[in-house]
Structure formats: structure tokens, C-alpha cells
């Protein structure tokens, strides 16, 4: 299955699904808190690539994964979940070496879909 993902420093995956659900997207320190742990995120993916440049496609959309599960943990942005993760498809099924996530992320925009 995809790899499993380190939180970021700082804010926790938790706090950002919980004030989705009881503040909304709109609320502007939920946004404060989505903004650090998203920028979190692709701050450890940048590190990452740069100690494997050939790898650096696979990390980034690891990162996108990771945000979009966020997202699916929420009661409220499901379907956001849902469209970031075939956008993430399209891209991982374009590349040999992330035609493995392309099949992976298949199988949770199905489980998503149900």
C-alpha cells in the first residue's frame, strides 16, 4: 500500500481535520492551521527530493496523497478528497515510476466512491 507518511512538526493531522470539521475551510485560523501543515508537508517532500532527485516526482505526489487523505478523514471535504485524488492519479499513471501509485490510488478513489 502507499507508504505510510510522517507527520510534519508543529501542527497534527488531527487538529487540521478537527477544526475542518467544526470551523470550516473558510475560517481563518483553520486556514492558518491547513496552511502550516500543508506547507510542512511539502517542506519534508523538498528535503526528501533533494537527497533523491530521481525519485522526486514519486515524493511530491506522496505529499499530495498524504493531503488528500487528510481531507478524507473530515466530514465535510470528502469529495475534495475524491478530486484531488484523481487529479493525483492522473499524474502518477504518466510516469513509470509512479504507475504503482496510479494502481493504489485507484483502489481508495473506489473505496472513496462507496
Known amino acids: 500500500m502507499i507508504e505510510s507518511f510522517k507527520s510534519p512538526e508543529g501542527v497534527t493531522e488531527q487538529q487540521v481535520i478537527d477544526a475542518l470539521n467544526t470551523k470550516g475551510i ?3 485560523e483553520t486556514k492558518a492551521l ?4 500543508v ?27 498524504k493531503i ?3 481531507y478524507s478523514k473530515t ?3 470528502k469529495e475534495y478528497a ?20 496510479a494502481e493504489q490510488i485507484g483502489v481508495l478513489i473506489n ?3 462507496f
Open 82 to 101: 475524491i478530486e484531488s485524488l484523481e487529479d493525483i492519479y492522473t499524474a502518477a499513471s504518466q510516469d513509470d515510476l509512479t504507475r504503482d501509485l
Open 68 to 70: 488528500a487523505l487528510l
Open 39 to 65: 506547507d510542512h508537508c511539502h517542506d519534508d517532500a523538498d528535503k526528501e527530493a533533494r537527497d533523491n532527485p530521481e525519485l522526486s516526482n514519486r515524493i511530491n505526489l506522496l505529499t499530495e496523497i
Open 34 to 37: 491547513l496552511l502550516e501543515y
Open 75 to 77: 466530514e465535510k471535504y
Open 26 to 28: 473558510e475560517d481563518p
Open 111 to 113: 473505496k472513496f466512491n
